[in-house]
């Protein structure tokens, strides 16, 4: 029996297994054969095609789509792994409204651009379908690269390199492969275990060995691996979470968005995941927006996303923002945590109203108070366990051209570089490109 | 509301909308439903020569080309004439024209090019009470192998014999149904006229296989693995046939002979455009059999709304009216010099117009680093082809110059003149103007 959605503070089982799998199904599902026929031909095929310049990873996307036209999907979908071989989960978890669906010109004719993404998702779903892996490697070269972290950039820099006649060796701390894919990432964008789906269609390739439960600076450290292998692709992400600076935020109740999400995203049964009555997630990026849906669709009563700047100013595009307010999120912007009341457990929190001038934040004085029996902090995430040695930036690892570190035979990219949107299909492109690099390097 | 009623070879009908001789005038049932539906008339489906009727396949009459979103844009069959006796058939036809008086009711025929078939067949179809015959002289595939249908319409001289037959063995209208599977229209049309036809109608079907399996390399449609020609009719063919017409209605022999056109009518608008260029009625076929006898509700609708906004109170005002402005391309003004241009606020900035220039030939739109297209005056020939591919309906137009204006690509002061290439300098043939 659901505990239902006013059972007070932070317990499982609010909705019943059928309520919850209903849930959690596909937020856009899969286009029909049809479906595709006709959302393919409101592709105009536009010259030198501003979709292809706003997509990180310049796949080729008048071609794909014209090729679901002529209807050889299996062909689109090769011409979109050529250039993004994540681009099953690209098509799936990329903000296209704020690349290439924003930069089509039926958004600007009419408002409502071509289906891009979900038409990649019908001719990538195609291609991994046939079972068959479309790539083959070239002659071997005799050359081993080691890639920290099994995340999209690694991966991309891992199957680019394995292509190119290396053997990889992928050193990941956690137990599975995939990195946010697998472990951030919103449950109702990636269903059926899509992220080990697609790793395991990748690694097809052959000549990539994933090794799990290795952690840079705990059982591997970067000399070790400059010494050992021919070429080191740091793909490490941002594993460390930024601190909520606030009297009580150490209560129980108060944890990070990502460790929800990833809970969320390997938990075998929804229905033995907790979450809150009145849940309040602070912060306004994409992660603040999937951990406030995730809450909702797990059956909280309240959600309230609490932002400290206004809207314009979100991180999360104002398609999320759409999305979790009509999943029934309250949005608040222009307020800041100033404490966190309760007996132990977090009970309220006290957000003051902001106001900002210059760009610079300052509180108001004005403070209201909302239930909270749980809170979520979505802030952003750091650079955390970076290697000694490395030139930073911004607190990132500082890098130049396809990725090249401060540091001899050592490339980074993804979250964990600096320059680029932390998104997916930038992880992807900057580890691809790192690869190449790192070819023409090692055969020179 | 613009009254539609039509008066063709002194048969009126409600409306200028008749079905044409096809799968959907078969039979009683149809055809009263049709009429039941508002359909101005209706030629029965081709009758042939008492005995035992033809038989078609068991297996796909039909073949279709799609859009994206399968809107059926052209359709091809292979159906033969009606394979119901033909006494069935008369019976028919003699009830529903007596509950029907209002309606036009045309019979189409094809029996072999005999006399005695054509004065045999006459008098039982003028006892139905048909207000006149169609000589279908237009079927591509199956009869044509028998020496009828196409067989006949493509030799002008068999044209002219079979009709003067009609005329001497029947005395109502006799219209001449034209295929389009020959050279130049205007001879076949002629030799009706000479053999006494009262009009021509056009088009019947043209040659065509729609498309070939690639898996069994059969042509489509396919029956047991092999592939016949057939008819090609729907919205594909609607310019060809009023290309036609056109020339039927403007050739001296044939100017003014009355036209049924045929051939694509799918909308309102498409008989207004076969009638303009000289159709006192129209046939509608692959529209009925696509989307039902209800379109009559539109296509009745639409052409009186269209009358009424242009101020015509009757259908006859509006037939013929193009025909003056088709003529030959030697008699096209060539002073007159028109430039491509682009509403910058209507563009989406595709790029497609760009594209197609380039690739074309005349290298006359430029693109900047941002994306916005223009026009370049100096290369420009105006040939319309950035208004074809752009997909905002309005955003480019071709702007005529102003006499006096001096045309950037070719340094020449446009002349107020009209001159035309009969009189050209660059014509051998030229004539000096008088």
């Known amino acids: 029996?659901?505990?239902?959605?006013?059972?007070?503070?932070?317990?499982?089982?609010?909705?019943?297994?059928?309520?919850?799998?209903?849930?959690?199904?596909?937020?856009?599902?899969?286009?029909?054969?049809?479906?595709?026929?006709?959302?393919?031909?409101?592709?105009?095929?536009?010259?030198?095609?501003?979709?292809?310049?706003?997509?990180?990873?310049?796949?080729?996307?008048?071609?794909f789509i014209r090729q679901i036209q002529a209807g050889q999907p299996q062909s689109a979908g090769r011409t979109i792994l050529e250039q993004n071989i994540l681009g099953g989960m690209c098509a799936r978890v990329c903000p296209t409204e704020t690349l290439c669906e924003e930069a089509c010109v039926r958004e600007a004719a009419e408002g409502k651009?071509?289906?891009?993404?979900?038409?990649?998702?019908?001719?990538?779903?195609?291609?991994?379908?046939?079972?068959?892996?479309?790539?083959?490697?070239?002659?071997?070269?005799?050359?081993?690269?080691?890639?920290?972290?099994?995340?999209?950039?690694?991966?991309?820099?891992?199957?680019?390199?394995?292509?190119?006649?290396?053997?990889?060796?992928?050193?990941?701390?956690?137990?599975?492969?995939?990195?946010?894919?697998?472990?951030?990432?919103?449950?109702?964008?990636?269903?059926?275990d899509f992220a080990q789906?697609?790793?395991?269609?990748?690694?097809?390739?052959?000549?990539?060995?994933?090794?799990?439960?290795?952690?840079?600076?705990?059982?591997?450290?970067?000399?070790?691996?400059?010494?050992?292998?021919?070429?080191?692709?740091?793909?490490?992400?941002?594993?460390?979470?930024?601190?909520?600076?606030?009297?009580?935020?150490?209560?129980?109740?108060?944890?990070?968005?990502?460790?929800?999400?990833s809970d969320v995203r390997q938990a075998s049964d929804l229905a033995h995941l907790p979450v809150g009555r009145n849940v309040v997630v602070i912060g306004?990026?994409?992660?603040?927006?999937?951990?406030?849906?995730?809450?909702?669709?797990?059956?909280?009563?309240?959600?309230?996303?609490?932002?400290?700047?206004d809207r314009d100013a979100m991180g999360a595009s104002r398609y999320e923002q759409d999305l979790a307010a009509s999943h029934g999120v309250r949005i608040m912007t222009n307020v800041q945590p100033v404490a966190v009341h309760g007996n132990g457990s977090s009970a309220e929190i006290e957000l003051e109203y902001t106001s900002s001038t210059g760009g610079t934040l300052t509180g108001t004085g004005e403070t209201i108070r909302l239930p909270a029996d749980q809170?979520?902090?979505?802030?952003?995430?750091?650079?955390?366990?970076?290697?000694?040695?490395?030139?930073?930036?911004?607190?990132?690892?500082?890098?130049?051209?396809?990725?090249?570190?401060?540091?001899?035979?050592?490339?980074?990219?993804?979250?964990?570089a600096a320059g680029g949107d932390d998104l997916t299909v930038t992880a992807v492109a900057e580890g691809r490109d790192a690869a190449m690099d790192i070819h023409a390097t090692l055969v020179s | 509301m613009a009254d539609l009623t039509t008066d063709f070879l002194g048969i009126s009908s409600p409306n200028p909308y008749w079905l044409a001789s096809a799968p959907p005038t078969d039979k009683e049932y149809n055809v009263r439903r049709a009429f039941e539906a508002g359909w101005g008339g209706v030629v029965w489906k081709t009758l042939g020569e008492d005995g035992p009727p033809v038989v078609n396949v068991n297996g796909p009459r039909y073949g279709a080309i799609y859009g994206a979103d399968r809107r059926l844009l052209g359709l091809n069959n292979i159906e033969l004439i009606t394979d119901r006796p033909l006494e069935v058939n008369l019976e028919e036809m003699a009830r529903v024209k007596a509950d029907y008086p209002d309606r036009a009711l045309i019979a189409s025929l094809m029996v072999p090019c005999e006399e005695g078939a054509w004065k045999a067949i006459l008098p039982r179809v003028a006892e139905t009470g048909a207000d006149g015959i169609e000589l279908n002289f237009g079927c591509p595939h199956g009869m044509s192998e028998r020496g009828m249908g196409s067989a006949v319409g493509q030799v002008p001289e068999y044209i002219e014999m079979v009709t003067r037959w009609c005329k001497k063995h029947y005395d109502r209208p006799v219209i001449v149904k034209l295929t389009p599977n020959i050279t130049d229209i205007r001879k076949p049309a002629e030799a009706a006229k000479n053999g006494g036809a009262d009009a021509v109608s056009l088009i019947n079907t043209i040659n065509s296989i729609t498309s070939v399996n690639l898996d069994t390399f059969s042509p489509e449609p396919s029956i047991d693995g092999k592939g016949s020609h057939g008819g090609y009719c729907g919205p594909a063919v609607?310019?060809?046939?009023?290309?036609?017409?056109?020339?039927?209605?403007?050739?001296?022999?044939?100017?003014?002979?009355?036209?049924?056109?045929?051939?694509?009518?799918?909308?309102?608008?498409?008989?207004?455009?076969?009638?303009?260029?000289?159709?006192?009625?129209?046939?509608?076929?692959?529209?009925?059999?696509?989307?039902?006898?209800?379109?009559?509700?539109?296509?009745?609708?639409?052409?009186?709304?269209?009358m009424d906004e242009k101020g015509y109170t009757s259908v006859s005002q509006i037939v013929g009216r193009a025909v003056p402005n088709v003529t030959d391309w030697?008699?096209?003004?060539?002073?007159?010099?028109?430039?491509?241009?682009?509403?910058?606020?209507?563009?989406?900035?595709?790029?497609?117009?760009?594209?197609?220039?380039?690739?074309?030939?005349?290298?006359?739109?430029?693109?900047?680093?941002?994306?916005?297209?223009?026009?370049?005056?100096?290369?420009?020939?105006?040939?319309n082809l950035c208004v074809d591919v752009c997909p905002v309906e309005?955003?480019?137009?071709?702007?005529?110059?102003e006499a006096g204006e001096v045309d950037p690509r070719t340094g020449k002061v446009v002349e107020p003149e009209y001159a035309n290439w009969t009189t050209h300098p660059n014509n051998p043939m030229a004539k000096a103007a008088e």
């Open chain 1, 1 to 63: 029996m659901a505990q239902g959605q006013m059972a007070p503070g932070i317990v499982s089982g609010r909705l019943s297994s059928d309520e919850l799998t209903s849930n959690f199904t596909d937020l856009h599902p899969p286009l029909a054969p049809h479906e595709a026929a006709v959302a393919a031909d409101r592709c105009y095929f536009c010259y030198d095609a501003p979709c292809v310049t706003a997509c990180p990873t310049d796949i080729d996307i008048p071609l």
């Open chain 1, 113 to 192: 651009p071509v289906e891009i993404g979900r038409l990649q998702r019908f001719a990538t779903d195609d291609v991994m379908a046939s079972g068959v892996h479309p790539f083959e490697r070239a002659a071997p070269t005799g050359k081993t690269i080691a890639v920290v972290g099994a995340g999209p950039a690694g991966l991309a820099c891992a199957h680019r390199l394995a292509m190119l006649g290396h053997d990889v060796v992928i050193h990941e701390s956690k137990p599975k492969p995939g990195g946010l894919n697998e472990y951030g990432i919103a449950a109702y964008k990636s269903t059926n």
């Open chain 1, 197 to 261: 789906a697609e790793v395991d269609w990748l690694l097809k390739i052959g000549g990539i060995a994933i090794e799990t439960g290795s952690v840079l600076g705990e059982t591997i450290s970067l000399d070790g691996l400059v010494e050992n292998y021919d070429a080191v692709f740091l793909s490490i992400g941002l594993a460390g979470v930024n601190a909520l600076r606030t009297p009580g935020a150490d209560k129980d109740g108060v944890r990070n968005a990502v460790d929800f999400i």
């Open chain 1, 284 to 309: 306004g990026g994409m992660t603040a927006v999937d951990a406030a849906v995730k809450s909702k669709l797990l059956g909280a009563e309240h959600v309230t996303i609490a932002y400290r700047r």
């Open chain 1, 375 to 416: 809170v979520l902090k979505a802030i952003g995430q750091q650079l955390d366990g970076a290697p000694d040695g490395l030139t930073l930036e911004g607190n990132k690892i500082a890098v130049t051209g396809a990725g090249r570190t401060s540091l001899q035979s050592v490339w980074a990219g993804g979250d964990c």
């Open chain 2, 238 to 306: 609607k310019p060809i046939a009023l290309s036609m017409v056109s020339e039927i209605a403007r050739a001296e022999a044939t100017h003014g002979l009355p036209i049924s056109g045929i051939g694509g009518v799918t909308t309102w608008r498409d008989a207004a455009e076969f009638m303009s260029l000289g159709c006192g009625t129209v046939q509608v076929c692959t529209a009925a059999m696509t989307y039902g006898f209800k379109i009559i509700d539109e296509l009745t609708a639409g052409l009186s709304e269209w």
């Open chain 2, 330 to 383: 030697q008699y096209l003004n060539l002073n007159y010099v028109a430039k491509a241009k682009i509403d910058q606020d209507q563009c989406i900035k595709c790029g497609r117009c760009y594209a197609a220039c380039e690739d074309t030939s005349h290298q006359a739109i430029s693109m900047s680093p941002d994306r916005v297209f223009e026009v370049v005056d100096e290369e420009c020939v105006a040939c």
């Open chain 2, 394 to 401: 309005s955003c480019i137009s071709m702007v005529p110059m």
